[in-house]
């Protein structure tokens, strides 16, 4: 027997297995989820901020279980309550999907021409717009 990692939800466990042969196919491609990213942009701010889930759920006026839950890409997340998460951390809902937006694109291998206008660059500065 042979023990393999099995990954459900991010949480990885350990199962046993029979041994296989190696079949001859393409490797499977990893496939984006955009509430994923989404929820791993609204934790990077969060943390960013120093902020606790707790703070920025009553901040919100959301659940603390349920922004756990977007944080971590289990729920799809209304753009009403986007936009409510992202007023609670101080940070426009379009620098958020912008972010959103260029984790998607590493992942998928392509490149987004800058397109933000300058005045936008000027009130929230560049590295606020590109994550830096």
């Known amino acids: 027997m042979v023990r393999q990692p099995v ?8 199962k046993d297995a029979e ?6 196919e393409a490797p499977e491609s990893k496939g984006v989820t955009m509430r994923q990213e989404i929820g ?7 943390q960013e ?3 606790t889930l707790r703070d920025v759920s009553h901040d919100a006026r959301v659940s603390l279980g349920y922004l756990s839950e977007v944080e971590r890409g ?4 209304s753009s009403e ?4 998460i992202c007023a609670a951390l101080n940070v426009p809902l379009a620098v958020m999907l912008f972010q959103v937006a260029e984790r998607i694109a590493v992942a998928e291998g392509i490149t987004i021409p ?6 936008f660059q000027q009130e929230f ?8």
């Open 7 to 14: 990954t459900v939800n991010g949480v990885t466990r350990w």
């Open 19 to 24: 041994e296989q042969l190696p079949r001859a």
């Open 40 to 46: 791993d942009v609204l934790r990077s701010i969060r």
């Open 49 to 51: 901020e120093g902020r």
């Open 74 to 77: 289990q729920k799809e997340a």
């Open 81 to 84: 309550l986007l936009a409510s």
């Open 114 to 119: 800058d397109t933000v206008p300058a005045e």
């Open 125 to 132: 500065g560049t590295d606020e717009l590109i994550g830096a």
